[in-house]
């Protein structure tokens, strides 16, 4: 007899089979890999890994630059297995039995998840018609719940929306909890949350290297928070949680971040360029976006998605099930001609000529 951990069976598991896609456009990663030159001085960087040290100083130099970058304390910045852990431990964190957890739905996906496996009470909070959050009403229902975590994705994944600086600072102040926001998307916005920190107790932010630094592979993330908060929230970490290879190659890229910028930039300009393209489809609704990627709703979505995978074309294809995002798929921007090439054939498709 094997006694698993009550509930273990129900918990729902994340897909993340994969087709082996010409043009992959469904998970939100950069198409690009790491600018050459940031390429060559990881490799070299990896060249001279102490592998039988335990990876204290990596950790503490790629904590260094962060910080100082933030000008926040070193004390102030946890680094994770991607932000998938940060957010994990987060919820730990917060979570365990009769606690409350507050997220918007549709939203990231894994945090139904987390909010499992932390052994909290998980309440979604609907966003409106065009998936934008009602702030008001949010900061209602996570004083009405008394939620201990309340969680929001800025900008939000996958619907591309994103809020102002002053309605997250409106949101913290407001509510009686700490509230985790996950920029994982936020350079493609430009406007990080971060600098309220400094003010708020409850206000933890969360960041990835996997999107705009192109490192999804290479499994780093970060949260900033103030020091009280990082001390608690890191007795949820294992010792060396971080390997030294990721460590080394995430240091490496910090020190370069300028190099990721005109490819950055190019991803806005194509987001924006694709959104009017897509907007002169009749058929589709696009939803405005502030991330590497555009959400659009279109009532033949399976059939199209289908078309898609047929010309080795992978989106994000959300299932019927998944609440708000029935006839919805997610497309990430590739290069120009990889966009030029989704986007005809979608219209090829519109126009019942595929
Ligand atoms: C909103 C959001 N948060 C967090 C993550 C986790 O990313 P990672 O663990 O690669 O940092 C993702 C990944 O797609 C995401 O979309």
Do not use: W
């Not at 994969?18 to 940031?38: F, G, H, W």
């Not at 916005?189 to 705009?212: C, D, E, H, P, W």
């Not at 240091?251 to 907007?279: S, W």
């Amino acid at each position: 007899m094997l006694n698993y951990r009550k509930d273990l069976e129900k918990m729902p598991s994340y897909d993340g089979t994969e087709k082996d896609y010409r043009i992959k456009v469904n998970a939100n990663e950069s198409t690009l890999n790491l600018p050459p030159l940031v390429e060559e001085r990881v490799i070299n960087r990896l060249s001279y890994i102490a592998f039988n040290r335990y990876p204290n100083e990596e950790y503490d130099s790629l904590v260094e630059q962060i910080a100082r970058n933030f000008s926040v304390g070193k004390n102030q910045i946890l680094l994770g297995g991607g932000s998938s852990e940060i957010i994990e431990k987060v919820f730990h964190a917060f979570g365990g039995e009769g606690k409350k957890i507050v997220y918007p739905q549709p939203s990231f996906s894994m945090y139904k998840i987390y909010a499992k496996a932390a052994d909290a009470q998980a309440f979604p909070f609907d966003l409106d018609e065009k998936f934008d959050l009602d702030v008001d009403a949010f900061i209602k229902k996570v004083r009405e719940v008394n939620a201990d975590l309340a969680v929001v994705c800025n900008p939000n994944n996958p619907t591309g929306n994103a809020l102002t600086v002053a309605q997250i600072e409106e949101i913290t102040k407001n509510i009686d909890c700490a509230l985790l926001l996950d920029e994982a998307y936020v350079e493609f916005y430009g406007r990080s949350a971060f600098g309220l920190i400094k003010n708020y107790l409850n206000l933890i932010v969360a960041r990835t290297f996997s999107k705009a630094y192109g490192m999804a592979a290479a499994r780093v993330g970060y949260m900033i928070a103030q020091e009280e908060v990082t001390r608690m929230i890191n007795k949820t970490f294992m010792p060396y949680h971080m390997n030294v290879l990721s460590l080394a190659a995430a240091d490496i890229v910090y020190q370069m971040r300028d190099e990721f910028v005109p490819r950055i930039q190019m991803t806005v300009a194509e987001r924006q360029r694709i959104f009017e393209q897509l907007k002169n489809l009749r058929e589709i609704e696009v939803f405005p976006s502030q991330t590497n990627f555009i959400l659009i709703r279109y009532e033949k979505a399976a059939a199209l998605n289908e078309y898609l995978e047929s010309l080795g074309i992978g989106v994000r294809h959300f299932s019927a099930n998944a609440p708000g995002l029935k006839n919805c798929l997610r497309i990430s921007m590739g290069t120009r001609i990889e966009n030029d090439e989704v986007f005809s054939a979608i219209k090829n498709f519109v126009a019942g000529k595929q």
